[in-house]
């Protein structure tokens, strides 16, 4: 996820926001370097895949937004990910060695 290309390309970083329900990487304050954040239409905004609400809104304040970054949801994400994926195969690759020997 980079937040530098989020101008041309925003829906992996939307849909990662709303789905870990987080924003930036390592929280809100990552939005005031980009490129999206120096524009002066948004320098008290965020994006709206930031903000804490049901609804779809283009942009969100600071004080709606998710405080959580993005980089420990998905690390955790991806170990979980991992760690499912290591027990099934490790799994299924012991059964034919422990039959054999039945």
């Given at each position: 996820m980079t937040l530098k290309s989020y101008n041309s390309d925003p829906v992996y970083v939307d849909k990662v926001q709303e789905d870990f329900e987080c924003c930036g990487i390592d929280g809100p304050s990552d939005w005031v370097e980009?490129?999206?954040g120096r524009k002066s239409a948004n320098k008290e905004k965020l994006p709206g895949s930031c903000c804490n609400t049901t609804l779809p809104v283009p942009s969100c304040l600071y004080d709606k937004a998710f405080k959580v970054g993005c980089q420990m949801p998905l690390?955790?994400?991806?170990?979980?990910?991992?760690n499912v994926v290591i027990a099934t195969t490790t799994r299924y690759l012991s059964f034919p060695v422990f039959q054999y020997f039945r």
């Open positions: 980009t490129e999206w690390f955790f994400f991806m170990a979980t990910l991992y």
